[in-house]
């Protein structure tokens, strides 16, 4: 058990109001990472982080932005959610003491934009 | 072409034989490779890496690497029906040093 939570673990919202997805882990760990997963697309990087406030963007972080004002916490918001990013979202951690960019995934998030 | 590629199943398997999954990657200058476990409706779980030419180990799971054909597998021997999930390739791009994944294997194991 990688100590990586996900909140809410479903929402369904309508399209063009902002949602906020938190992943929060509980050691500590320097890397984290936002992924959306889709049918026939597989895992995909959204945004990822290095440390507080040290982020960074992914293949498809259009419409997607983040926030890492504590170690643990690790935050997605749509800032205006659309149907297309009807997803679900897995937040990921890699440990430096294991091998390089080996990630552990939290338990995500099932979002739903009508 | 996609950077990591996997036939999408279902791959069949009775119990007790060994499941073979494959993943192709385009990036030459990939080094590291991980496969995952996905249950219906869970998170990826990661049960192998694999950073060397050859075959490695780990219980009833074995991964093979081949960069020259880059190509990397995961034999499953002695399947169990628990086995059943889908199994994702990921591979660490040379460009990006990030992880790119393949779309996954259904497997099933039928009793």
């Known amino acids: 058990d990688a100590g990586i939570t996900q909140s809410p673990r479903h929402k369904v919202t309508e399209t063009g109001t902002p949602v906020t997805l938190r992943c929060h882990q509980t050691e500590n760990h320097r890397y984290m990472y936002w992924y959306r997963q889709d049918p026939g697309h597989g895992l995909r990087l959204i945004h990822y982080s290095y440390g507080v406030k040290d982020t960074d963007k992914g293949e498809v972080s259009d419409g997607y932005s983040v926030s890492r004002s504590k170690t643990e916490d690790f935050l997605l918001t749509l800032e205006s959610a659309t149907s297309s990013q009807t997803s679900v979202y897995f937040c990921?951690?890699?440990?430096?003491?294991?091998?390089?960019?080996?990630?552990?995934f939290g338990p995500g998030t099932r979002l739903t934009v009508l | 072409q996609k950077e990591v590629e996997q036939n999408s199943g279902p791959l069949s398997v009775p119990e007790g034989a060994i499941a073979s999954l494959n993943c192709t990657y385009s990036?030459?200058?990939?080094?590291?490779f991980f496969w995952y476990r996905q249950y219906s409706g869970k998170s990826p779980e990661l049960i192998m890496f694999i950073y060397s030419n050859g075959d490695k180990e780990d219980g009833r799971f074995t991964a093979q690497l081949n960069k020259a054909s880059q190509y990397v597998s995961l034999l499953i021997r002695d399947s169990q029906p628990s086995d059943s999930a889908t199994y994702l390739c990921a591979v660490v791009s040379y460009n990006t040093d990030k992880l790119i994944f393949g779309t996954g294997t259904r497997l099933q194991v039928f009793p």
């Open positions: 990036d030459r200058g990939s080094q590291s």
């Open positions: 990921a951690i890699s440990p430096e003491t294991r091998a390089y960019n080996e990630q552990f």
